[in-house]
């Protein structure tokens, strides 16, 4: 460290709205160093991805630099050529996107988009770029990584797909990486593996990294300074932890205090109920491969089941199977005690409408063609059969439920809502069916936490009002905690323990059980390198470095 490699001064950044340019960043300073990362922290709409962005002289359509200068190793980034630019692009700066179902092609293999950035930039041939993928692929802990980046994307799971991007950004070891909220996709286990292998990478290479995050315990263990960021203003800034122990300004305490929110217990169902929803017996999978092996749980009226476990645990899969998307194997699911078809496609419209599910990336989950009148619309036209002012009352109606303005937002596209919104918009969605069930798939897992404490209460008050039944499928145990009634911990496709929250936070475990709450980050800095310590593995091995030179 020492030798500055960015410097951003008075940035401000406009963006297009109604014909006028509104202000977004409000003369943001920022520095970094080589070989020194950089956390960026704040809720939605704090301007922390366009920040981020503008490091590399880059904005979204409708975006606009208004002012100020973004400097890297001398080259003034506002001001250079495009072709100056596209020449650090990829080689010497590179990005993480937060969405990588959304920001990768679907039409081509992850390990020809991989290899793209080094063959274009001269770096490595197109063999040896192959190579080099498998073993950042390894590096990253993904499964088969020989095989998977001859994969499409829609063929792995997000949480595969998150760090298949990671491996891409580093193909060209660049001088700075901007990780943009890099580990929201995946499970607390594999998260910390990312997070060792991103903290090796830095350190061995001399990489700078900004680190765009709301997760405060994870930004703990990345960064050597912390900015916080408001509305497009600073808040504060500081060493991590010189931060963590002492924030200065209210608005950083206030985020530190976040996941206040716990519901309080529940009574538990009468040994004689019939569950809402019942999943019997249940094994499933995709061609020859076996992914569900006699899955069984229950979930009463009113009540929450955490469904959690590592990315290819079976979680999404059982919700395949629950929705009739995957028919099953062998088993059954059975809707207020009554068998429900396997195949979605036999089943009546009545069935259907009882069971719901929201969605993980709002981004790819609604059509952006649509607005967002049209896309709850359709729903309460299907199922309720609602036309004209009775289905735009309705529409509004739901809206209200969902706390957005209907005046506001109903003529609005997907495009012009922040990331809570359209999650939002994905709950009204399911809603506007009336369903009994509804299947939460990791709905606030690229969500800050402000904004996702704010989607638990709201989940929480419409299963208070409407006697919901909820499904919920997260990596997240503070989600847990938060927010269920009962936890199914899942792995390798099987249920390895279940019961009351209550008896799943208190040992004694099962093994796995207590792999996932041990790797729970927590906001010190130290705790990562203690817990890989205390794992034997000090680092991500001499060898493994060796071998990316």
């Known amino acids: 460290m020492g030798e500055r490699l960015l410097t951003i001064t008075d940035l401000r950044i406009e963006g297009r709205a109604d014909e006028q340019w509104i202000p977004i960043v409000n003369g943001v300073d920022l520095t970094l160093d080589k070989g020194e990362v950089l956390g960026l922290i704040g809720e939605s709409g704090a301007g922390k991805s366009t920040v981020g962005l503008a490091a590399m002289g880059y904005t979204r359509d409708g975006v606009r630099i208004a002012g100020g200068s973004v400097e890297f190793d001398g080259i003034d980034l506002v001001n250079a050529p495009l072709m100056q630019k596209r020449a650090l692009l990829g080689k010497r700066i590179a990005y993480v996107a937060q969405s990588a179902a959304a920001s990768f092609n679907p ?7 991989h290899s793209e950035a080094p063959v274009r930039h001269g770096v490595m041939r197109k063999g040896e770029s192959e190579e080099d993928a498998i073993e950042l692929y390894r590096r990253l802990r993904l499964p088969n990584p020989e ?44 998260q910390i593996e990312v997070l060792a292998a991103i903290r090796d990478i830095v350190e061995q290479f001399g990489t700078s990294a900004i680190y765009i995050t709301h997760d405060l315990a994870v930004v703990a263990q990345m960064a050597d300074r912390i900015k916080v960021l408001l509305r497009g203003d600073e808040v504060e800034e500081a060493p991590t932890r010189q931060m963590l122990e002492a924030p200065q300004e209210d608005y950083t305490r206030s985020l530190w205090a976040v996941r206040s929110f716990k519901r309080p ?10 569950p809402v929803l019942s999943v019997q017996n249940v094994t499933a999978g995709y ?4 992914v569900l092996r006699d899955v069984s749980f229950d979930i009463h009226e009113g009540r929450t089941v955490a469904v959690v476990g590592e990315s290819g645990s079976g979680k999404s899969t059982a919700a395949r199977c629950i929705t009739g998307l995957l028919p099953p194997r062998s088993g059954q699911v059975e809707l207020d005690g009554q068998a429900l078809p396997l195949d979605y496609r036999n089943r009546s419209k009545e069935q259907l409408r009882q069971v719901q599910m929201i969605y993980q990336m709002a981004d790819t989950a609604l059509n952006p063609r649509k607005t967002i009148g049209e896309i709850i619309g359709r729903p309460v036209e299907f199922y309720l059969g609602l036309r004209g002012k009775a289905k735009r009352a309705r529409v509004e109606e739901l809206l209200t439920q969902i706390e957005l303005p209907p005046g506001e937002f109903i003529d609005r596209l997907p495009s012009e809502l922040s990331g809570g919104q359209k999650q939002r918009i994905g709950i009204a ?9 509804i299947i939460c798939d990791e709905v606030t897992s690229a969500l ?4 996702a404490e704010g989607i638990l209460k709201l989940l929480a008050r419409l299963q208070d009002d409407l006697k919901l039944s909820y499904m919920f499928i997260t990596h997240d145990l ?16 099987e249920v390895v323990e279940q019961g009351p929250k209550a008896d799943m936070f208190t040992p004694p475990h099962h093994p796995y059980t207590d792999l996932l709450l041990s790797s729970v980050p927590e906001m010190d800095p130290d705790w990562l390198s203690e817990l890989l310590a205390e794992r034997g593995r000090d680092n991500l091995g001499d060898a493994a470095v060796g071998s990316m030179d």
Do not use: N, W
């Open 287 to 290: 061609g020859k491969a076996t």
């Open 147 to 190: 095989e998977i980046g001859f994969r499409y994307p829609h063929q792995v799971s997000g949480g595969q797909l998150q760090r298949a991007m990671t491996a891409m950004a580093m193909s060209c070891r660049p001088d700075l990486i901007i990780f943009d909220e890099p580990t929201t996709a995946l499970d607390v286990t594999t």
């Open 265 to 274: 217990a529940k009574p538990a169902p009468a040994a004689d109920a019939v």
């Open 478 to 493: 503070a989600t847990v905690r938060a927010i269920a009634d009962e936890v199914v911990v899942m792995k390798d496709g």
């Open 429 to 437: 969605r399911a809603l506007a069916a009336e369903p009994k069930f």
């Open 448 to 451: 800050d936490q402000l904004v």
């Open 107 to 113: 039409a081509h293999k992850l390990i020809d988009q």
